[in-house]
């Protein structure tokens, strides 16, 4: 089987994806700077897979040493880039920081692949770089304007694939997550900055006392019931769309992009009203100003995977539910 480099190794979906890989017979080589991720999934994966994990704590930012500590003697087949800050507040209030970090990162990972001979480079992308979109739900071909730096970074590097996809003939295909929640079982918990988490983190911090309320940004918007309406997805469903990403590396010669979604549009009422349904639980809700970089509704038109990559997703969004408490419970 072949062997794939993986950025943000550490990360939620990264240690996810590397999981999967593993039992799927590749060969993992995990790559992370812990700067929003933890060493217990990384102490796991190498424990129990010592013939097919291999880690090395490193920073993309630092080109020379990313390269001479294990890369540079290492044959790899694929590159699958997760590495990244993810945080549109923090984006919000420090954008150079975004800048520097996600796009300076990636221009240093290509500077490497185009060194080697590697089959293709799998791109962690995001919804983000839509916006806010008149006509719901969005496709691949639907103008990208994000309203958070975040997306914009998200933006500028499928940018720099593309450009090096037609000048350098690199092979790269971007997946464009939606939202994913939930979680694999056996696998230890990231426990991503408190910036960074997403709704079910912020539910589950609720459950386990860690919060008083769980806080609602904004129940004004132009939704079925004012909050913001979202395409959530199982981490498991994600994590499945890479490896047939991975096969059609055999069917492209340059770019393209996938949305990576359920195509249902759920709001963030309903997220808590089948969070506390299917766990049987209940907990204090507060509402909140609206977030900058926040749009009101997005959701894939997700049928360019199911149609080019064979993929769809299969966990419902009471089993996203479920599998976020279980391991909590």
């Known amino acids: 089987m072949d062997n794939i480099l993986v950025t943000g190794a550490a990360g939620y979906i990264g240690s996810a994806f590397c999981l999967e890989g593993i039992e799927r017979g590749y060969k993992i080589f995990g790559v992370d700077n812990f700067s929003n991720s933890s060493v217990e999934v990384v102490d796991f994966l190498s424990s129990s897979f010592p013939d097919n994990f291999n880690f090395i704590k490193s920073d993309l930012c630092e080109k020379e040493a990313f390269q001479r500590e294990f890369f540079s003697k290492m044959k790899i ?16 209030n420090n954008p150079s920081l975004y800048w520097d970090n996600n796009v ?14 590697i ?32 997306g914009a970074t998200k933006k500028e590097n499928e940018l720099i694939l ?10 790269s295909i971007s997946l464009r997550y939606f939202n994913p929640v939930g979680s ?30 769980l806080t609602i940004f904004g129940d004004d918007y132009s939704t079925s019931d004012g909050t913001a309406e979202r395409d959530y997805i199982h981490i498991e469903d994600l994590v499945y769309a ?33 969070f506390k349904e299917s766990n049987e639980v209940d907990f204090a809700v507060e509402i909140s100003k609206r977030r900058e970089g926040d749009v009101p509704i997005c959701y894939a038109d997700a049928n360019k995977a199911k149609k080019l990559l064979n993929w769809e997703t299969k966990k419902s969004l009471r089993e996203m539910c479920i599998d976020a408490w279980s391991s909590y419970k």
């Open 77 to 92: 087949d694929y590159v699958v880039h997760f590495a990244g800050f993810k945080s549109v507040i923090e984006s919000q």
């Open 104 to 117: 300076s990162s990636t221009k240093n990972l290509t500077d490497f692949i185009l060194e080697k001979d």
């Open 119 to 150: 089959k293709g480079l799998l791109f962690s992308s995001s919804a983000s770089v839509y916006g806010d979109c008149d006509i719901q739900p969005v496709n691949e071909k639907t103008p990208l304007k994000p309203m958070s730096t975040y």
């Open 162 to 171: 593309k450009d090096l996809a037609d000048s350098h003939n690199l092979k």
């Open 184 to 213: 694999v079982k056996n696998l230890p918990k990231c426990k991503p900055r408190q910036d960074s988490k997403n709704l079910m983190d912020n539910i589950v911090d609720v459950c386990t006392g860690q919060t008083k309320n």
């Open 242 to 274: 890479h490896f047939e990403a991975l096969d059609y590396f055999n069917h492209i010669n340059g770019f393209d992009v996938f949305n990576i979604g359920t195509g249902k549009s759920v709001s963030v009422k309903q997220i808590v009203k089948t």
